[in-house]
DNA sequence: TTCGACTTTGAAAGCGCTTTCATCGCCGCC
DNA sequence: GGCGGCGATGAAAGCGCTTTCAAAGTCGAA
C-alpha cells in the first residue's frame, strides 16, 4: 500500500512476481478470462491491489492492434454548441468502450499536423467543420482509420452527418418576411463554414423568390464581440432585418441596437441559430439543432465502421445524414407576434 | 496513393522496404534527428507520402515510454462552465505536445474503474469536482501519475486549483444584506459539490454576523428546470433573496417567479453564479470565474510534474491556489441600483 | 493402476516503435 | 599510402501487454 516511494508505474511482470504466477496468468486473470481459478484470480487482485498496478494502455493497445479510442476535431469548445456535440460524442463512446482524445484546432497553424498524429492514436475519428482539409481528410481515411464528417460537405466515400441548415434558414426567410421585412443583412461568413453558406443560401432564396434584394453581407467571426461590430455599422442606417449566423453574433447585434436606442423588434428584427440558453431570456428567434444527438450518431457510426474494417465490406457505400432543425420563433422576428403565447419559452 | 484497398495501416517497416533503409533510419528521418542525409530523409518523405503511413502512436508511446497524453475528469460538459475549463486545458496541453483525453463521469456506476483505466492512457491527469472519491484519487497518485485537483478540496500531497468561493459568497450576501434583503433561500446542494460547500458557507456566515436567520436550504440540481421547480415551490410564500448554485438554477427560478406573476427583483431578489452568457441578458447578478485559466493552469502544472518524475525531487510540497472570483452585480440583485450604468454589462 | 481428456498454467512470440551499439565507408592527415 | 576519426546506417534489444501453443496437473473411467 505503499510504493510511494517508487514513482515508477509497476506492470505486469512485478504483478506476476509479487502473485507467484506468470505475466499469461495475470493477464487472464484481469481480463476476465474463465481460464484461471478463482483462487489464482484472488490472488492476483491481491497483488495488483498491493502494487497499485495500472495497466499501461499503450501495451494493451499495441498487443491488441488497437487502440479503443475515438477522436473528434472541432474549431473551439466556444459556446454550447461543441460542448454538447462533444458531449453526445463522449457518452456514447463511453458507452462502446472507447476513450475520447479531443483536438482544437482553433488557433493552431499545425492543425493539419495534429489531426494526423491524432488519427495514429485513436480507432476512429470524427472532424466537426471546416477544421482540416479536404486532402488531411482523405489521406487519413486512407489510411483505414474509419472517419466520420460532421456538418461538412461530404467527402469522397467518407460518412457524414449535418444538420438542416438550407430548408431551415428558408423557413425563418419566409417567416421573416411575412412580418413585412425587405431589408435584409446577413451577418456571418458564409465562406467560413459550410453550415453557414447553407443558412446564407436558405435566405438568399427565400428572397429572390419574393423578388427582394439579396441581403447585405457582412461577414464576421462568430462570438458577441463580433456581433456588436457589426451591429454597430448597421445602426447608422438600420435595416428591416438582421440575420445572423450564430446566436452570439445575434445577440451581440442586439445589443448593439439597443446602445444605439434602436428598439428590437420594433425598429429591426434580430434572428440566430443554435438556441443557446441566453436566446431564451433575450427573446430571440432562432433555430434549435440536435447537437447531441450529432455526436451520439458520429460515435455509433464509428464503432459500426471499426465492426466492419476486419470482416466484411469496407467503405462501400458511404452513410449520410441529415439531422433536422426546427425554427423557434420569438418577440425579436418581428414586432406583431403571430406566436409565442410564453415569452421565455418560444414556440415548439 | 492508393493503398485503399489494403485497408490496413502501413508500419514502419513496409515505409522502410519501399525507401530501401532501415526501421531505424525511418524513425530517425522522421524525428528530425540530424543522424540522416538529406537525400535519405527525402526518400523516406516520399516512401511515407506513397504508402500514407501514420506512425502508431501506442508503439511511439510504448518505446518512450511516456504517453504524451493528457486527461480530464470532469462530471458533465453541460453548461459552458466545464467546456471552458476543458478549452484552457486543451489549449496549453496542444502547447507543450500532448493530446487530451476527455472522461464524463455523469451517469455512470464504473466512474471509478474509468478513470483507473484513463490513468493507464495519460502521463498526467486533471479531476474536477466530487467525480471520483479521495481513494480512487490517492490509488492514482500512488501509481507514479501527476493529478493535479480541480475545485476540489485537496487530498494528501496532491496540487490543487480551486476558485474562491466562500469570500466572493460572503461578499455577495453583503451586497444583498445592504439591500434590505433579510429572508434567504440557498438553492443548491452544499453536499454535491465542494464549490457548492463554500459558496453555502459564505452565505451563512454573513447572515449569522447579521443576526439573520440562517438561509432556507433547497437542494436541487443544477440545471434550469430544477431551478424551476424549485422557484415553484417557493412562489407560495417568497423570500426576499433565493441565492442560487450557479446560473443555470438562478434563471430558473427567475422564470418561475415571473410565471407566478412575481417580478425580479421588485418581488424577490436571485442571485446566480458563474456569469454564462444568459446571465448578461437577464440581467442577473452572478460571479465570474476564470475558468478558462482554471483548465490552462491545472495543463501547466501537469506538465511540470511530468519533467520532474524522472528528475529532481517528488511530491513534496504540493502546489496550491485559488483563483480570484469576481461578483458583477446586475438588477436582479436588487430594485434600486447603486451601481450598473449599463444594463447588460454590469459592473467590473 | 493406467490412460486419455480436460483444465489450468507457463514460455515465448510479436504488436510498432525508439534507441543503443556496432559497422561500414569516407575523408583528411601525417 | 595507410590510418584515425567521424558521419551515416543497420541490427537488435526492449517498452508492457495479449495470445498461441505446449506442458503440466487433475480427474474419471476402464
Given at each position: 500500500?505503499?510504493?510511494?516511494?517508487?514513482?515508477?508505474?509497476?506492470?505486469?511482470?512485478?504483478?506476476?512476481?509479487?502473485?507467484?504466477?506468470?505475466?499469461?496468468?495475470?493477464?487472464?486473470?484481469?481480463r476476465d478470462s474463465d481460464l484461471v481459478t478463482e483462487a489464482t484470480r484472488a490472488r492476483v487482485r491481491a497483488a495488483v491491489e498491493a502494487l497499485n498496478?495500472?495497466?499501461?494502455?499503450?501495451?494493451?493497445?499495441?498487443?491488441?492492434?488497437?487502440?479503443?479510442?475515438?477522436?473528434?476535431?472541432?474549431?473551439?469548445?466556444?459556446?454550447?454548441?461543441?460542448?454538447?456535440?462533444?458531449?453526445?460524442?463522449?457518452?456514447?463512446?463511453?458507452?462502446?468502450?472507447?476513450?475520447?482524445?479531443?483536438?482544437?484546432?482553433?488557433?493552431?497553424?499545425?492543425?493539419?499536423?495534429?489531426?494526423?498524429?491524432?488519427?495514429?492514436?485513436?480507432?476512429?475519428?470524427?472532424?466537426?467543420?471546416?477544421?482540416?482539409?479536404?486532402?488531411?481528410?482523405?489521406?487519413?481515411?486512407?489510411?483505414?482509420?474509419?472517419?466520420?464528417?460532421?456538418?461538412?460537405?461530404?467527402?469522397?466515400?467518407?460518412?457524414?452527418?449535418?444538420?438542416?441548415?438550407?430548408?431551415?434558414?428558408?423557413?425563418?426567410?419566409?417567416?421573416?418576411?411575412?412580418?413585412?421585412?425587405?431589408?435584409?443583412?446577413?451577418?456571418?461568413?458564409?465562406?467560413?463554414?459550410?453550415?453557414?453558406?447553407?443558412?446564407?443560401?436558405?435566405?438568399?432564396?427565400?428572397?429572390?423568390?419574393?423578388?427582394?434584394?439579396?441581403?447585405?453581407?457582412?461577414?464576421?467571426?462568430?462570438?458577441?464581440?463580433?456581433?456588436?461590430?457589426?451591429?454597430?455599422?448597421?445602426?447608422?442606417?438600420?435595416?428591416?432585418?438582421?440575420?445572423?449566423?450564430?446566436?452570439?453574433?445575434?445577440?451581440?447585434?442586439?445589443?448593439?441596437?439597443?446602445?444605439?436606442?434602436?428598439?428590437?423588434?420594433?425598429?429591426?428584427?434580430?434572428?440566430?441559430?443554435?438556441?443557446?440558453?441566453?436566446?431564451?431570456?433575450?427573446?430571440?428567434?432562432?433555430?434549435?439543432?440536435?447537437?447531441?444527438?450529432?455526436?451520439?450518431?458520429?460515435?455509433?457510426?464509428?464503432?459500426?465502421?471499426?465492426?466492419?474494417?476486419?470482416?466484411?465490406?469496407?467503405?462501400?457505400?458511404?452513410?449520410?445524414?441529415?439531422?433536422?432543425?426546427?425554427?423557434?420563433?420569438?418577440?425579436?422576428?418581428?414586432?406583431?407576434?403571430?406566436?409565442?403565447?410564453?415569452?421565455?419559452?418560444?414556440?415548439?
Amino acid at each position: 500500500m505503499k510504493a510511494l516511494s517508487k514513482s515508477k508505474a509497476a506492470t505486469i511482470y512485478e504483478v506476476a512476481k509479487h502473485a507467484g504466477v506468470s505475466i499469461a496468468t495475470v493477464s487472464r486473470a484481469l481480463r476476465d478470462s474463465d481460464l484461471v481459478t478463482e483462487a489464482t484470480r484472488a490472488r492476483v487482485r491481491a497483488a495488483v491491489e498491493a502494487l497499485n498496478y495500472t495497466p499501461n494502455q499503450s501495451g494493451r493497445a499495441l498487443a491488441e492492434g488497437r487502440h479503443a479510442a475515438n477522436g473528434i476535431v472541432f474549431p473551439d469548445l466556444t459556446g454550447p454548441y461543441y460542448a454538447e456535440v462533444v458531449l453526445g460524442y463522449e457518452e456514447i463512446a463511453a458507452e462502446l468502450g472507447r476513450s475520447v482524445l479531443i483536438l482544437t484546432t482553433h488557433g493552431r497553424r499545425d492543425a493539419e499536423a495534429a489531426v494526423h498524429d491524432l488519427a495514429g492514436r485513436v480507432d476512429g475519428l470524427a472532424v466537426m467543420g471546416n477544421t482540416v482539409g479536404d486532402d488531411t481528410v482523405r489521406a487519413i481515411a486512407a489510411t483505414g482509420v474509419p472517419l466520420v464528417l460532421l456538418a461538412r460537405p461530404p467527402v469522397d466515400g467518407i460518412d457524414t452527418i449535418r444538420t438542416r441548415n438550407e430548408r431551415t434558414a428558408a423557413e425563418l426567410a419566409e417567416h421573416l418576411v411575412a412580418h413585412g421585412h425587405r431589408r435584409f443583412v446577413f451577418a456571418g461568413d458564409p465562406q467560413a463554414a459550410p453550415d453557414m453558406a447553407g443558412r446564407y443560401a436558405g435566405l438568399v432564396k427565400v428572397l429572390r423568390a419574393h423578388g427582394l434584394p439579396r441581403p447585405d453581407l457582412r461577414p464576421c467571426a462568430y462570438d458577441v464581440e463580433a456581433g456588436e461590430r457589426v451591429g454597430a455599422q448597421l445602426m447608422a442606417d438600420p435595416p428591416d432585418a438582421v440575420v445572423c449566423a450564430n446566436d452570439e453574433v445575434a445577440l451581440g447585434v442586439h445589443i448593439a441596437a439597443e446602445a444605439a436606442g434602436r428598439s428590437v423588434p420594433h425598429d429591426l428584427a434580430v434572428t440566430g441559430w443554435d438556441d443557446v440558453l441566453a436566446a431564451r431570456f433575450a427573446g430571440l428567434t432562432t433555430v434549435t439543432q440536435p447537437m447531441r444527438e450529432l455526436g451520439a450518431t458520429a460515435a455509433r457510426w464509428l464503432d459500426e465502421r471499426i465492426g466492419e474494417r476486419s470482416t466484411g465490406p469496407d467503405r462501400a457505400n458511404p452513410r449520410r445524414r441529415v439531422l433536422p432543425t426546427r425554427l423557434v420563433t420569438r418577440r425579436s422576428c418581428g414586432s406583431h407576434p403571430v406566436e409565442t403565447p410564453d415569452p421565455l419559452g418560444g414556440t415548439a
